[in-house]
């Protein structure tokens, strides 16, 4: 079985995830990154988009968990894990990494984040 990987790379969006209360009214902006691995050898030799993950299929599971606000970042997480596990059965393995891009603490760095691989 020949496998591959999928990959969404920092996929911008706006969401209500923190445990300071003011986080969840404010909001903040966020980086999703997947990785997925899939059995792809069919989709590589018939050029057809049902043997595949659909990029687009895959963004809309991470834009449905990202709009449930959530208090820590291990939680928005597994709930993307368990969705696109729902979704995509055939999974064989992969990650997923949420950042916060302006966390808010008094240091000053680009993002603060959580990533979950199975």
Not at 58 to 79: F, G
Not at 105 to 113: D, H, V
């Amino acid at each position: 079985m020949t496998s591959a990987i999928i990959e969404i790379n920092r996929l911008k969006v706006y969401a209500y995830h923190g445990v300071d209360p003011q986080e969840a009214v404010v909001g903040n902006d966020f980086e999703v990154s997947v990785k997925l691995e899939y059995p792809c050898e069919h989709a590589m030799q018939t050029d057809k988009l049902e043997s595949t993950l659909s990029y687009a299929d895959v963004i809309e599971v991470v834009v449905r968990e990202m709009r449930r606000p959530s208090k820590l970042l291990e939680n928005v997480v597994y709930r993307i894990h368990s969705s696109l596990m729902y979704r995509f059965p055939r999974v064989i393995s992969g990650s997923v990494t949420v950042c916060k891009i302006h966390p808010p603490l008094k240091y000053q760095m680009e993002s603060c984040g959580f990533t979950y691989k199975w």
